[in-house]
């Protein structure tokens, strides 16, 4: 905490205690309470509202959160969802024809819709009223909405400006609540809020911190239906506190499996089940669905790692890899994998005929979204933000623009610098590893802007062995004594000798498969001592 600034004081305090109540207040976000005032109207007239959200987790989040919300104030509300396979992200034409058969009287959209100019002025002249949620980059044109809640837009006076379209959306509820002069526990929400924070990668900080914590100390032991069912599936039985990463590589892969594959409507069923037996028979269903969705990115996965080794990795300063038959809902996945993997900005598109969509991910702080910009007049679309980017390109493009990114890519790359790993952390000889793992919860959640302290250990190997997935699976004798049980993913080819002496730096976790006050390490790096 010394090394960032945080030693002690009211700082150190507040970081390691985040309340609610410190929340920035919400007067000068743009357009909040003129949404507010039109959904209340819609409340209280009965009107119909389509609440339009994102095929991932943060937009199914936020559209659970506000369909409830509108639900429990008396509001009329149907869902419908964006899809990979029927219109692609945004409001799609596809999208607006499953909105207006519900001849709804206003639409909502969850984490789309800054760019969808043209679509909004199509509900707009059929009399359809559109307010706008979303998080992501905004063009200079205006948009045509009723109200537009974005805190990225130019004039909104709300200083945080990093809140995922779940917790833009709780602040909107908030509101609605006032205005309706009803009541409504905004507390039940932040459940959602923490995954669909954490699921998109918002940095944990400030606001985003506060939310997350909360949520997370809520989800250990959830209320929600179709959280507790997918909890359970999950192997998590209360008996910890949840971290960030818990919900970054167990629940919210989950959730975003169907829409990988086909609808994501599932999901969002989920979260909205009543029925604790219902929720479990559909997060069974969801499982399936994740279990699928893995063996197709080991496929798809292996192809593009051999066509990038084919292209010749060596000195290129970005991967631009495709083909016919590589599912676009995965591609995103593999290309950040990829990008991991060979430390260059990566594209991976999956083609249905002459029509290519694709994903793209890249080095830590790397500025994605502005190299892909600079590639706009090779592709059909793109939009995303700095972290993430999805472009569409017709195949007769797709040389050009493989030449495009790498041209843009090292450009940006030869002033890039990336951030530094913060220097690991050695244990000291009294230290119970059940009671360092405790300490280390108060840092969480940690992710994006808050990351995990890696600790040091050095040891003796007692076991070593390759498990299948090719990981490996260690156990450390420590000098002052007691045993360490570690965890390598993908580290299965690098098994060392037992009685060797090694030097690990990985990350401390609960060991779920053991139980009890079990704790293991998740390695990051090895070498010889």
């Not at 058969?101 to 206003?106: D, T, W």
């Not at 709780?170 to 009541?183: A, C, F, N």
């Amino acid at each position: 905490m010394a090394a960032r600034g945080l030693a002690e004081g009211a700082a150190l305090e507040s970081f390691l205690h985040p309340r609610l109540a410190t929340l920035t207040p919400p007067t000068g976000m743009a357009d909040r309470e003129a949404a507010a005032r039109r959904l209340a109207t819609a409340v209280r007239k009965a009107e119909l509202v389509v609440v339009f959200g994102d095929y991932d987790c943060d937009g199914m989040t936020a559209t659970a959160i506000l369909t409830d919300g509108l639900r429990r104030l008396g509001g009329r509300v149907e869902t419908s969802l964006a899809s990979r396979f029927d219109g692609g992200y945004g409001l799609s034409s596809a999208a607006l024809a499953r909105i207006s058969a519900r001849s709804p009287g206003l639409v909502v959209t969850c984490d789309c819709g800054s760019s969808d100019h043209a679509a909004i002025a199509e509900l707009r002249r059929a009399g359809v009223d559109v307010v706008v949620i979303d998080h992501h980059l905004v063009p200079t044109e205006p948009l045509p909405a009723v109200a537009f809640l974005n805190p990225h837009q130019p004039g909104c006076g709300f200083p945080f400006k990093w809140l995922a379209s779940c917790g833009l959306v709780l602040s909107l509820l908030g509101q609605i609540r006032t205005e309706l002069g009803r009541p409504l526990e905004l507390r039940d929400y932040l459940d959602l809020v923490a995954i669909g924070t954490i699921a998109d990668v918002a940095p944990l900080e400030g606001d985003n911190r506060i939310l997350v914590r909360a949520g997370l100390e809520r989800l250990r032991q959830p209320e929600r239906p179709g959280l507790q069912a997918l909890l359970e599936l999950a192997g998590f039985d209360g008996q910890y506190p949840l971290a960030a990463s818990d919900i970054a590589f167990r629940v919210a892969p989950r959730l975003n499996a169907p829409g990988r594959l086909g609808p994501p409507d599932l999901a969002l069923e989920l979260l909205l089940c009543p029925s604790l037996t219902d929720a479990r028979v559909l997060a069974e269903r969801l499982d399936q669905a994740s279990t699928q969705r893995k063996a197709e990115q080991q496929r798809i996965e292996e192809r593009a790692r051999a066509q990038a080794q084919a292209l010749g990795v060596a000195g290129r300063a970005a991967l631009v890899l495709g083909d016919a038959d590589w599912n676009h809902g995965i591609v995103g996945i593999v290309a950040g994998r990829l990008a991991e993997e060979f430390k260059v900005p990566t594209m991976v598109v999956g083609f249905e005929g002459d029509i290519g969509r694709g994903s793209v991910r890249g080095p830590a702080g790397f500025p994605l979204y502005d190299a892909v910009g600079a590639c706009s007049a090779h592709l059909q679309r793109f939009g995303g933000h700095q972290a993430a980017a999805g472009v569409t390109v017709l195949r007769h493009c797709f040389a050009d623009l493989r030449q495009a990114f790498e041209r843009a890519s090292a450009e940006r790359m030869a002033t890039f610098v990336p951030p530094l790993p913060p220097s690991p952390l050695s244990l000291a000889p009294g230290d119970a590893l059940v009671d360092v793992l405790g300490d280390l919860w108060l840092l969480e959640p940690c992710g994006a802007s808050n990351p995990l302290p890696a600790l040091e250990v050095r040891g003796q190997v007692v076991e070593a062995r390759s498990v299948r997935g090719g990981h490996l699976k260690l156990a450390l004798e420590l000098p002052a004594g007691g045993r360490l049980h570690a965890f390598g993913p993908n580290l299965g080819s690098e098994v060392p000798e037992v009685r060797a002496e090694l030097c690990v730096t990985g990350e401390l976790r609960a060991d779920r498969h053991r139980g009890g006050d079990a704790v293991e390490l998740l390695i990051r790096s090895l070498r010889t001592a």
